[in-house]
């Protein structure tokens, strides 16, 4: 088993998308969702940013359960109300499911989403990032606790990416086992706070 943690600089419920029983990671992350070492069952940890004021604090975690192509994720009946609707709730707003290939150009398609440019045109930057992770990574056991996140004892900081990229191999297997024990524990699985930066919309709530 392996363990993958990474930093979180901003959360809007977009990736990791936690609602409607599943956690996926379908966009941002390509280093994560094609890495050749990623297995079924191996985890992947979220950790909190200097820019969210969370440094070192637990956002999610999600164990590893499926890996699905860009293709399968946008036809398979269980992720449908993972299609944004942009003037829809902030559930409906994040959608992560938006894209999928023109079946006779094999050219991506980007609907409109969070990740397009305003006008509903595609990003050519987002693009490009996202569909390099060639995967999205589906489970059913994750823990997202948003903006509910807690500081993490300091006996489990070497799980956190302190850095850009990705944290992987170097994370000690021990102590990521002990983490797992101890968040098992602690919490149930599913969600237990909402995204962090939905509070810029609480105006409109």
Same mark, same amino acid.
């Given at each position: 088993?392996?363990?993958?943690?990474?930093?979180?600089?901003?959360?809007?419920?977009?990736?990791?998308?936690?609602?409607?029983?599943?956690?996926?990671?379908?966009?941002?992350?390509?280093?994560?969702?094609? /890495?050749?070492?990623? %297995?079924?069952?191996?985890?992947?940890?979220?950790?909190?940013?200097?820019?969210?004021?969370?440094?070192?604090?637990?956002?999610?975690?999600?164990?590893?359960?499926?890996?699905?192509?860009?293709? *399968?994720?946008? *036809?398979?009946?269980?992720? %449908?109300?993972?299609?944004?609707?942009? /003037?829809?709730?902030?559930?409906?707003?994040?959608?992560?499911?938006?894209?999928?290939?023109?079946?006779?150009?094999?050219?991506?398609? %980007?609907? /409109?989403?969070?990740?397009?440019?305003?006008?509903?045109?595609?990003?050519? *930057?987002?693009?490009?990032? *996202?569909?390099?992770?060639?995967?999205?990574?589906?489970?059913?056991?994750?823990?997202?606790?948003?903006?509910?996140?807690?500081?993490?004892?300091?006996?489990?900081?070497?799980?956190?990416?302190?850095?850009?990229?990705?944290?992987?191999?170097?994370?000690?297997?021990?102590?990521?086992?002990?983490?797992?024990?101890?968040? %098992?524990?602690?919490?149930?699985?599913?969600?237990?706070?909402?995204?962090? /930066?939905?509070?810029?919309?609480?105006?409109?709530?």
């Amino acid at each position: 088993m392996a363990y993958f943690s990474y930093k979180i600089e901003h959360d809007f419920g977009l990736a990791p998308n936690p609602f409607g029983g599943y956690c996926t990671l379908a966009v941002c992350k390509p280093t994560i969702r094609n /890495n050749k070492n990623l %297995q079924m069952d191996d985890w992947i940890i979220g950790t909190g940013s200097t820019k969210l004021d969370r440094l070192h604090h637990l956002i999610f975690a999600m164990k590893v359960e499926e890996k699905l192509t860009f293709n *399968d994720y946008w *036809d398979d009946p269980r992720f %449908q109300y993972k299609k944004p609707e942009i /003037n829809g709730s902030l559930v409906q707003m994040y959608g992560d499911n938006f894209y999928h290939q023109n079946l006779n150009t094999k050219k991506w398609i %980007q609907e /409109n989403s969070a990740h397009s440019l305003e006008s509903g045109m595609k990003n050519l *930057d987002h693009l490009k990032i *996202d569909v390099e992770g060639k995967y999205v990574l589906v489970s059913k056991t994750f823990y997202y606790l948003g903006d509910k996140s807690i500081l993490l004892p300091k006996r489990f900081w070497e799980i956190c990416s302190e850095g850009r990229n990705m944290k992987g191999p170097s994370i000690s297997e021990r102590v990521a086992e002990d983490f797992v024990s101890w968040l %098992q524990k602690k919490y149930s699985i599913g969600i237990h706070g909402d995204p962090i /930066n939905w509070v810029k919309y609480n105006r409109y709530l």
